[in-house]
């Protein structure tokens, strides 16, 4: 849960904040997410799951966040109970709540599949 604290949500929010203090004040801050932060619900062509937030009810995120980068216990306990399956997606779902509660700069967040290399260009 550490390292992926470190790579997924701390590196973004300050990555963030950067951004929050660059002079042009019209300024986007894009976050790559992924796809699968809606825990172990599931979407189909026909009823795909909604662009929103997915509920980290009754967790707080910031407290999520702390746990994950010290002792791990509420932050693990959480991720099981929320049907995550694995880290990766846990810390994404984290990061998209703390990073939209984040005032003073413009966030997107995009939630591609599959991010891959390319053969050629």
């Given at each position: 849960?550490?390292d ?8 973004s929010?300050?990555l ?7 002079k042009n ?6 976050h790559?997410s992924t796809?699968f932060?809606h825990?172990?619900t599931?979407g189909?062509a026909?009823?795909?799951?909604p ?5 980290l ?6 407290e999520?966040?702390r746990?994950m ?9 959480a ?5 995550f399956?694995?880290t ?9 709540h703390?990073?939209?509660?984040n005032d003073?700069?413009?966030t997107?967040?995009v939630?591609?599949s599959i991010v891959?290399?390319a053969?050629?260009?």
């Amino acid at each position: 849960l550490g390292d992926a604290a470190m790579s997924n949500i701390t590196s973004s929010l300050q990555l963030q904040a950067l951004t929050r203090q660059l002079k042009n004040k019209n300024a986007k801050f894009v976050h790559v997410s992924t796809a699968f932060v809606h825990g172990s619900t599931t979407g189909t062509a026909l009823s795909p799951l909604p662009e929103e937030l997915f509920s980290l009810h009754p967790y707080d995120p910031e407290e999520l966040y702390r746990s994950m980068i010290e002792t791990q216990s509420y932050a693990s306990s959480a991720m099981h109970k929320l049907g995550f399956p694995n880290t990766y997606t846990f810390s994404k779902c984290v990061c998209e709540h703390l990073l939209l509660r984040n005032d003073g700069v413009n966030t997107i967040i995009v939630r591609p599949s599959i991010v891959g290399p390319a053969v050629s260009e």
